[in-house]
Nanobody
């Protein structure tokens, strides 16, 4: 069974940085575009960054210029470098394919940005 395991979250002050990692079992990365999603309290889950198999990248307007997504297919890992963090970035962050698949949702990693 393919699983995605997110890590790297934590508590950081506004303006700080964090790097999230998502490791997968199986060969999921070689066959799919991958994305980082987030869900803040009381809000719907949203896609914040995506990267295709060939490396094309897209970001939500809210994170452009601050977040960087990358992938290492040899390690079956996708990363999200988050800089200049804002309190509104506070959320649980998840990785999944694009489009997402129900069976790939993991526990996520909590990111909390204090003002």
């Amino acid at each position: 069974q393919v699983q995605l395991v997110e890590s790297g979250g934590g508590l950081v002050q506004a303006g700080g940085s964090l790097r999230l990692s998502c490791a997968a079992s199986g060969s999921i990365f070689s066959l799919n575009a991958m994305g980082w999603y987030r869900q803040a309290p009381g809000k719907e889950r949203e896609l914040v960054a995506g990267i295709t198999i060939t490396g094309s990248i897209n970001y939500a307007d809210s994170v452009k210029g601050r977040f960087t997504i990358s992938r290492d297919n040899t390690k079956n890992t996708v990363y999200l470098q988050m800089n200049s963090l804002k309190p509104e970035d506070t959320a649980v962050y998840y990785c999944n394919t694009i489009p997402w698949r129900r069976q790939y949702w993991g526990q996520g990693t909590q990111v909390t940005v204090s003002s």
